[in-house]
């Protein structure tokens, strides 16, 4: 239950902002990224470290405290896609999404194999909006079939968002023949070419 309030509370930060653009296939991940000073340094080192053990509103705050400091917390996040922690991973998955820098895009595709299906659904968010489309979509269509009502309303209010619409899917129903139809609507929309800014990296 508290994952899905988080979650809901996610979606209603962020909108509807999703990257859109065509320029999305050009990722330089070696990069070096803008450094953060002694003081920031150590704060954005405690956030990440206490992202294990926060939960609810606490785990929020430290969330949008690292999308605020933004870039300079990216390495740091990077490392913690490493982490043992699920609930670790998971959080720098979205954290770097929100952070919108594409260079972290091929850092975050090997997750969607991740043994934490909250860290797969994460990246695979995360990547959407990001702009690689065809790595995130067809995973997030599949969740929809999750038996899982948070992993549903995951991917749901991900493709909402980029699509723009919900193709009267019922994320929350019991009946699977119901939800069934909005999938194979969502399907098809991919299938006829999805939205014309996806982009592969």
């Known amino acids: 239950m508290k994952s899905l309030v988080i979650a809901l509370l996610r979606v209603a930060l962020a909108g509807t902002l999703v ?36 939960h609810s509103e606490e785990l929020l705050h430290a969330d949008q405290r690292l999308v605020y400091i933004g870039e300079p917390a990216i390495p740091a996040l990077l490392k913690a896609l490493e982490s043992k922690d699920g ?17 972290v895009v091929p850092h975050l595709k090997p997750l969607l194999s991740d043994d934490d299906l909250a860290v797969r659904y994460e990246s695979a968010t995360s990547l959407l909006v990001l702009g690689d489309w065809d790595s ?18 995951k991917a749901f209010s991900a493709l909402k968002n980029a699509s723009r619409q919900d193709f009267g899917y019922e994320w929350q129903s019991s009946d699977a023949a119901l939800r069934e139809e909005g ?7 991919w299938s006829a070419g999805g939205h014309v800014a ?4």
């Open 19 to 54: 990257v859109m653009c065509s320029s999305c296939a050009v990722f330089q991940k070696d990069e070096e990224y803008t450094k953060a000073s002694p003081g920031l340094q150590e704060e954005i080192n405690r956030l990440v470290s206490d992202l294990e053990f926060q």
């Open 87 to 103: 609930k670790t991973r998971s959080n720098a998955a979205y954290v770097l999404g929100e952070i919108r820098d594409r260079r």
């Open 136 to 153: 995130a979509v067809p995973f997030l269509i599949q969740g929809l079939r999750d038996t899982d009502k948070w992993n549903r309303f």
């Open 183 to 189: 999938v194979r609507r969502f399907e098809s929309w």
């Open 198 to 201: 996806r982009a592969t990296p």
